[in-house]
């Protein structure tokens, strides 16, 4: 009995002092949902962030946890999407038993992996795409690649202005679909890549660094091969047969209703297989081979929980960082678009900071043949709006392919033009051009813009940012944030 008793005590003695290290280990309690350390430090990782960035995380989290009050988290696409990370899981277990390795293990603090610093043209594809609007995004991703590589634009300039995700990130093995993991990995350092689709969107990305792995771990190249062999060992194990003439049929049409292969004696066709397809834009050819995999995988049936201890974790991350970018989307990108009456009244309310360290002018610059040509122009423009004057002077001016009037219409700032220097102001004397002696030049100064259009690529940048910040104040308002101070310490001093 004594015996007992003293067991009891221990395993009570035991069971708090685990219950202690549990709490321990919880960072901060945000909405009710609990937030570790290790959780944290993975997110600081993953977006090459120091360990104080604390209220990045927390906006992080509350934009995550306001994406699953929308449900957003219930869309099918984002639920195909977490089956496929499901999968990329579930091929690091596979190649880790076939190694005896644990290449699942997140990376811990100043350990040594194979990982790469990226940055990528993104656009987000809704779950609902069809096959036309598939096909608009690879036109307009085509049109800013092909931009970029006969140097007309910058990838920096294409990134800040239609890109999704502006900020550079590592891309650690596993972090994101096989489709963006090969490209991060083989692709030199500094070279663009061609547009790709992942079960996210659609992608044209640059590697600006890369960490090499340390001797012992598994090389990329050599995890697709054991994965291949694995693949073939349940082949093997489930007796799985290819039935060609449907793989044919799809191959070539991209659909079929026929058989295309079978598992311990059932069957998966056409049917089977265009889900999968609709959620997971690529070349049939990869499409077949990753229905594959995923059945093959989906029969295994391994308990990666127990496999790899960080399975939670990682998934974790998968989920939050896709509903982030499926958030931020909807609250920001579709909103700007439409919000005309917000964005005047942020320009109105912000006019002043916009104005010119100069004052410019707004006009037209003429060059007559004659001063009879001169005087018709200038009567005939004062009857118009600016808009129409360019318009107006090639219709009604240099009409019947004669010309009597050059033109240069625009926003000058001292310097621009010479003509506009020495008639607004008064910095230089010219001469005139060969052939057209008479110059009018008509308009007003400004000193600074009078619509947001005029302003270009910082305006849009910093209404985002306004955006941004209402939306982060709005949830910090609603949001019940709780942070253990003494455990944020210990991650401090890490």
């Not at 685990?18 to 993975?42: H, P, R, Y």
Request: charged share 25%; proline share 3%.
């Amino acid at each position: 009995m004594y015996i007992v008793r003293l067991g009891g005590l221990f395993l009570m003695l035991f069971l708090w002092v685990s219950g202690a290290k549990a709490q321990q280990d919880i960072l901060m309690v945000i909405n009710g949902e609990k937030v570790t350390c290790a959780e944290f430090q993975d997110f600081c990782l993953r977006k090459a962030l120091s360990i104080q960035a604390i209220d990045s995380f927390i906006d992080y989290k509350l934009k995550v946890d306001d994406a699953h009050r929308l449900c957003l988290d219930t869309l099918s696409f984002f639920r195909s999407y977490m089956d496929s990370c499901h999968h990329s899981l579930s091929e690091c277990f596979l190649v880790g038993r076939s190694r005896k390795a644990t290449d699942c293990v997140m990376p811990r603090k100043n350990a040594s992996t194979s990982r790469a610093l990226v940055s990528h043209i993104f656009q987000y594809i809704p779950q609902n795409a069809t096959v036309h609007m598939l096909r608009a995004y690879q036109l307009q991703m085509d049109s800013l690649y092909s931009a970029i590589i006969s140097g007309k634009k910058s990838f920096e300039e294409m990134v800040r202005k239609y890109s999704q995700e502006k900020e550079s990130f590592w891309v650690n093995a596993l972090d994101m679909p096989v489709e963006f993991e090969q490209i991060a990995f083989a692709l030199p350092i500094g070279k663009v890549s061609a547009p790709f689709f992942t079960p996210q969107g659609i992608h044209v990305v640059r590697v600006l660094q890369r960490e090499a792995k340390a001797s012992g771990r598994i090389q990329y190249a050599d995890r697709q091969r054991m994965l291949e062999m694995v693949l073939d060992s349940l082949k093997r194990k489930f007796y799985f047969q290819m039935n060609e003439e449907g793989a044919r049929d799809f191959l070539t049409h991209g659909y079929t209703m026929k058989k295309l292969f079978s598992l311990d004696g059932k069957s998966y066709s056409g049917k089977d297989i265009a889900t999968f397809v609709q959620s997971h834009p690529a070349s049939p050819r990869r499409q077949l081979d990753d229905f594959i995999c995923k059945t093959l995988l989906d029969r295994a049936d391994y308990n990666l929980s127990e496999a790899c201890p960080n399975y939670g974790l990682r998934m974790q991350s998968y989920s939050d960082s896709l509903l982030y970018q499926m958030i931020t989307y909807h609250v920001l990108e579709e909103h700007l678009r439409t919000d005309t009456l917000g964005v005047m009244h942020f320009f109105e309310h912000n006019r002043k900071t916009y104005r010119w360290p100069e004052t410019r002018f707004e006009g037209i610059v003429l060059h007559c043949v004659s001063k009879r040509v001169r005087k018709k122009v200038k009567k005939f423009l004062k009857k118009m709006s600016v808009e129409e004057w360019q318009d107006a002077i090639r219709l009604g001016v240099n009409a019947d392919e004669q010309l009597v009037a050059q033109v240069e219409q625009g926003l000058f700032a001292p310097g621009d033009n010479r003509y506009v220097d020495e008639v607004v102001f008064k910095k230089s004397e010219t001469q005139p051009v060969e052939g057209f002696p008479y110059v009018l030049v008509l308009g007003e100064k400004k000193r600074g813009p009078e619509h947001w259009s005029e302003i270009g690529d910082r305006f849009w940048d910093d209404y985002r940012s306004y955006r941004n910040a209402c939306w982060i104040k709005s949830l910090r308002n609603k949001a019940k944030v709780e942070i253990n101070q003494e455990v944020l310490k210990t991650v401090n001093n890490q």
